[in-house]
C-alpha cells in the first residue's frame, strides 16, 4: 500500500500524460500499480471534470471580456454620434453614410456578426445618399 504522498505524485504524474507506464517510470512503481490507482482513484473521471470547469471558466472569462468589448463600443459609437450631432447642428460637418456605416459594422464586428472579412455585408445604406436624403 503507498503513502497519500505517494499516491498524490503518481496523479500529478498522470496530470502531465495520461500513460500508466508514464506514471511507473516517473514514480518508480510498476505499471501494474499506476493502472490500478488510476482505477480505484478515478483519475480518467476526474481529469475529465476538470478539464470541463477549466473549459467553462475560459468560456466565461471570454465572454466577460466580449461584452466588455462591445460595451466600450458602444459607447465610443454615442460619443461620436452625439460629436457628430453637434458639428451637424453647428454646420461644422457634413456626415455621410460611410460614417455611420463604419459604426454599424464595427459593432456588429463585435457582436460575432459576420463582416466584410468573411462575407459580403446584408447592410448598406449606399441607397440613402443616391437619393439625396443624407445630404
Given at each position: ?108 464586428f ?10 459580403h455585408?446584408?447592410i ?7 437619393d439625396?436624403?443624407?445630404?
Open positions: 500500500m503507498l503513502s497519500e504522498t505517494e499516491i498524490e505524485e503518481m496523479w500529478q504524474a498522470y496530470q502531465e500524460h495520461q500513460s500508466a507506464y508514464f506514471v511507473a517510470a516517473t514514480c518508480k512503481v510498476s505499471s501494474t500499480t499506476a493502472r490500478k490507482y488510476r482505477d480505484s482513484e478515478h483519475w480518467d473521471e476526474r481529469l475529465r471534470k476538470i478539464r470541463a470547469k477549466a473549459s467553462a471558466l475560459a468560456d466565461n472569462k471570454v465572454a466577460r471580456e466580449l461584452a466588455k468589448d462591445i460595451e466600450v463600443a458602444h459607447d465610443i459609437q454615442m460619443q461620436i454620434a452625439d460629436s457628430l450631432q453637434k458639428q451637424l447642428v453647428a454646420g461644422n460637418y457634413k456626415a455621410t453614410v460611410r460614417d455611420y456605416e463604419r459604426l454599424v459594422r464595427l459593432e456588429h463585435l457582436r460575432g456578426s459576420s463582416d466584410s472579412r468573411t462575407k455585408p446584408d448598406s445604406f449606399e441607397w440613402l445618399e443616391d439625396g436624403t443624407m445630404k
